[in-house]
């Protein structure tokens, strides 16, 4: 009888199968759907499994966004939260390390997806199949975490920025607070390593200022009871004045030498302290980063919103595997039987399924590789054949030797002194 290959496009009487296009085909790939099994199949097997790979391919996309925007969040140019230009080289970078991202989830999921059996072939999820599928099951919450974070610090991007920046002043703030309280301290610290030269200085120039306003006033005819002119008053507070400058001239030229230092190292302090007024901004927007904008969108979504997002990308990480457990055995699975037990049976491997127990009690299967047999068979004959023959060969040796001694023992015994 003649066989003839079977095309997908052939028609049946009782069934017609539609084509399958190029978006079916790349989602059956992501969902780690056999082609030419599913081309085979029914319909409703080229839905499911354009669905699952569907999911699968939305997951990786959805985690290449995230990555891609975590790592932008994480490298780009601090600044003030409401004022913070794009910067394209981040941008560019990003974008590569979100298609690597996406990529890596994207297997990631398709091996889950893919490893996850059908269970017992029945739609209900039995407990057996919850452990069996327990680790898969954690990979996916991870995953699914990963990737919602990211997403909701977008979603709530506006609302974080504001914040964000108040926190960002309050930080500025307390810096700069710190900073005066610092060389405050540090100033008095130097000041007291001079002893007290700065404060007699500070208190003959107080003394300088009030006699020259009351001299002054009294040029002036302010003070109460005087008239105006440079009356004896006016003098008197004239020479007192002149006796005070000269007090200070005389203090300077004593501690001349003490009074430069000390200044110096007082202008020394004020440039540092207006450095590090300087560099307050640019602490306080260091502020802006992935983790604190994690945690200002919690404060600002609440617990529930928050809770309710991750566990929405949860629901779309974890259905394909879910999905799996409930599905029940179609055509397609009996087609992919079918050609296990045709590859299986082309090398020569035979499973006897549920042939013996373990010491637990378990049933186990009993696998049976007839050509690896059949190989280890023809080299063990092989050997005893070799073993055989050298002995045989052994054999009609020592009767050859005996045969020269019965015949001539004494020329035997010359040409084996000889040898020697």
Not at 127 to 132: F, H, M, P, R
Not at 329 to 338: F, I, P, S, V
Request: proline share 2%.
């Amino acid at each position: 009888m003649k066989n003839e290959s079977y095309s997908p496009s052939q028609e049946r009487e009782y069934y017609k199968l539609p084509q399958s296009g190029s978006v079916m085909r790349f989602l059956w790939k992501c969902a780690g759907g056999d082609r030419y099994l599913l081309e085979r199949a029914t319909y409703s097997d080229q839905i499911k499994y354009m669905c699952l790979g569907g999911i699968v391919f939305a997951t990786g996309a959805m985690a290449g966004l995230a990555g891609g925007y975590a790592f932008y969040t994480i490298f780009e140019p601090h600044g003030s939260a409401i004022e913070n230009p794009i910067h394209y080289p981040t941008v560019f970078l990003a974008l590569i390390f979100g298609i690597i991202w996406g990529l890596m989830i994207y297997n990631i999921d398709r091996f889950i997806v893919t490893s996850t059996g059908k269970g017992d072939g029945t739609e209900a999820i039995t407990v057996g199949e919850l452990k069996s599928a327990l680790p898969r099951i954690l990979m996916g919450i991870i995953i699914a975490m990963t990737i919602s974070k990211p997403v909701e610090i977008r979603m709530f991007k506006t609302e974080i920025d504001i914040k964000l920046r108040e926190k960002q002043l309050e930080q500025q703030a307390q810096y700069q607070a710190k900073v005066d309280k610092t060389y405050s301290d540090r100033e008095k610290l130097l000041e007291n390593e001079f002893g007290s030269i700065a404060n007699d200085r500070t208190k003959l120039i107080e003394r300088i200022k009030v006699a020259e306003q009351a001299y002054t006033d009294n040029l002036m005819g302010k003070a109460n009871g005087i008239g105006a002119g440079n009356g004896p008053l006016s003098k008197a507070l004239k020479s007192q004045l002149d006796n005070l400058e000269k007090q200070l001239e005389d203090f300077d030229r004593q501690n001349g030498k003490d009074l430069i230092e000390l200044n110096k190292r007082k202008d020394a302090l004020r440039v540092a302290k207006e450095n590090e007024r300087g560099n307050n901004e640019k602490i306080a927007n260091g502020l802006d980063g992935l983790l604190e904008r994690i945690k200002i969108a919690h404060e600002v979504s609440g617990f529930w919103i928050s809770l309710f997002i991750t566990l929405l990308f949860m629901a779309i990480e974890l259905t394909p595997i879910f999905f799996k457990l409930m599905l029940t055995k179609t055509t397609y699975d009996y087609l992919a039987e079918n050609r296990d037990e045709l590859l299986k049976a082309d090398y020569g491997i035979e499973v006897k399924y549920d042939y013996y127990k373990d010491k637990d009690g378990i049933e186990r299967h009993l696998t049976i590789n007839h050509e690896a047999e059949r190989i280890i068979f023809e080299k063990r004959m092989v050997t005893n054949i070799q073993k055989e023959l050298t002995k045989y060969a052994v054999t009609k040796y020592k009767e050859r030797e005996m045969k020269k001694i019965d015949d001539d023992l004494g020329g035997y015994i010359k040409s084996i002194d000889q040898d020697e």
